[in-house]
């Protein structure tokens, strides 16, 4: 009778294998499933119901799978990170430019985050919730809360957070902090880039405001042409100055209020 060694089996690492997380403390599978489901339900928002014409997505297939800052414009509270979830998982699948072919939601990318003030969500309710745990890395904004300007010491545990978000995929930060056109980048972007040194680009987007309501939730005008562009990665030299960067990103997403699209995005408020 052949006899088998009783190896000794230690439950905690198996379970920690069996039950992958994210940095965040998020069940990746869990995670996966909702970014699956909330594509799903929002993919006629951007491709029925609305039109959205994409442009630049080659800047992103080469990209490393971390340490990657996306920094964009902002229009309205939800709809714009749903609509660059949508993008960031096609291009996973290598479509190009498109979001016409939903395959992409059987395997959803699941190393993406957002940074988002801490009060949006905080808000009673599943919907604030379920985005949450689909990536969101909450901080607490300094210079506004409740719709309110404050003035208030800063979230020192915002770069710890995000910097563990870069070490494990790609971020999105929305460096305005408002989704009031022309407002001005705040320097917490910046130190940020000059501290972790991430691949940084820059997205425009455009129609979101026109289309949706403030919180991304609702149709405003249906039938509306929205418009996300990314463009060619940029890395800023560790001499830079944070004035230097600031500009550098005003300017790559379209925010310079001396700037001749500004007409564009006024016209978009309503």
């Given amino acids: 009778m052949i006899k088998f060694n009783k190896f000794p089996i230690d439950k905690k690492k198996l379970k920690v294998s069996l039950v992958k997380k994210d940095p965040f403390g998020n069940v990746l599978i869990f995670k996966r499933m909702l970014i699956a489901f909330l594509a ?17 997505t080659e800047y992103l297939e080469d990209l490393p799978k971390k340490n990657v800052l996306f920094i964009s414009n902002h229009q309205t509270y939800y709809a714009d990170v749903i609509a660059l979830y949508h993008v960031f998982c096609s291009v996973k699948w290598r479509f190009k430019n498109s979001i016409n072919l939903p395959l992409y939601m059987l395997i ?15 808000e009673s309710g599943l919907i604030p919730k379920i985005f949450s745990y689909t990536g969101a890395v909450t901080v607490k904004r300094s210079w506004r809360s409740s719709g309110k300007d404050v003035t208030r010491a800063a979230d020192r545990s915002a770069p ?54 403030k919180k991304g939730l609702f149709f405003r005008k249906r039938g509306t042409k929205l418009h ?43």
């Avoid at 799903?40 to 630049?56: A, H, P, Q």
């Avoid at 960067?245 to 379209?254: L, M, R, Y």
Wanted: proline share 6%; hydrophobic share 35%.
């Fill in 108 to 122: 959803p990318r699941v190393n993406t985050y957002y940074v988002a003030a801490e009060e949006t969500m905080k």
């Fill in 40 to 56: 799903t339900v929002t993919y006629s928002r951007f491709n029925i119901v609305n039109k959205l014409n994409i442009e630049g």
């Fill in 160 to 213: 710890e957070k995000i910097k563990k978000a870069l070490s494990q995929g790609w971020v999105v930060n929305f460096p305005q902090g408002t989704t009031s056109p022309y407002a001005p980048i705040r320097k917490g972007t910046a130190n940020l880039i000059k501290h972790y040194n991430p691949i940084v680009v820059p997205v425009v987007i455009d129609g979101f405001r026109r289309a949706f309501d």
């Fill in 228 to 270: 996300i562009k990314f463009k060619e990665p940029l890395r800023f030299d560790e001499n830079e100055s944070l004035d230097s960067i600031v500009q550098t990103i005003t300017k790559a997403i379209e925010q310079d209020p001396n700037s001749k699209a500004k007409k564009t995005d006024e016209n978009d408020q309503i």
